[in-house]
């Protein structure tokens, strides 16, 4: 079947810190991988995606490699803000259907 | 262009009350997908409609749940009666056209029900 796992939260960084959140995920055949972000009292927003083997999706600073070998994406960031506290979610599509993981809380401070 | 609207933005019911929750998708959006995050856990599919059709309606947790999108425009999604594991957050995304595994969802901010 088609799953997502992802680091568990929360995560507490100062600000300029470097971030990964780790996902990993199980899917038949070759899904495209996104990265969703969620920040307070707003929907869900596309952060970035890869649709293949080895394509990097990047977005507002954000990285996320889609790995085959490892069935791994995770999101990276050199230098995060303040304006990055959100919750974060690695997600897969396989068919018309998105799977999610749980959601990972970040909050900078300054 | 306006994005995915969801009413009410919160709700709070008592347990055995009815709530409906409603999701306005992007213009000319024939798919419509409702889903689920418990407190915790990750978001769940609950269905899909094409246009008004429902598509796959495999996520649905009980006859308690009711989806309909008349005239394939708005879509609701009736609980009845609630009971307190319904409490979540419920998401609705729509999307142009069926990507086959490459396209992108819009989602709406969610609407945040809690059953007491």
């Known amino acids: 079947g088609n799953s997502v796992t992802q680091m568990e939260g929360p995560v507490t960084l100062s600000e300029e810190a470097f971030l990964t959140i780790n996902c990993t995920y199980t899917?038949?055949?070759?899904?495209?991988l996104f990265w969703y972000v969620q920040y307070p009292g707003e929907g869900l927003q596309l952060l970035l995606k890869?649709?293949?083997?080895?394509d990097k999706g990047s977005n507002k600073g954000f990285e996320a490699t889609y790995r085959k070998e490892t069935t791994s994406f995770h999101l990276e960031k050199g230098s995060v803000q303040v304006s990055d506290s959100a919750v974060y979610f690695c997600?897969?599509?396989?068919?018309?259907?998105?799977?999610f993981g749980t959601g990972t809380s970040l909050t900078v401070i300054p | 262009e306006a994005g995915v609207t969801q009413f009410p933005s919160h709700s709070v019911i008592e347990k055995g009350q009815t709530v409906t929750l409603r999701c306005d998708p992007i213009?000319?959006?024939?798919?419509l997908y409702w889903y689920r995050r418990v407190m915790g856990k990750e978001i769940k599919f609950l269905l899909h409609?094409?246009?008004?059709?429902?598509?796959?309606e495999s996520g649905m947790p009980n006859n308690r749940f009711l989806a309909e999108r008349t005239g394939g425009t708005y879509s609701t999604l009736k609980v009845q009666p609630a009971e307190l594991e319904d409490s979540g957050v419920y998401f609705c995304?729509?999307?142009?056209?069926?990507?086959?595994?490459?396209?992108?969802?819009?989602f709406g901010q969610g609407t945040r029900l809690t059953v007491v």
């Open positions: 995304a729509s999307s142009q056209v069926r990507s086959g595994g490459k396209g992108e969802a819009f």
């Open positions: 899917a038949t055949g070759y899904p495209s």
């Open positions: 890869a649709t293949k083997a080895d």
């Open positions: 997600a897969l599509i396989s068919g018309n259907q998105f799977y």
């Open positions: 213009s000319g959006h024939d798919n």
């Open positions: 409609f094409v246009k008004e059709s429902k598509q796959d």
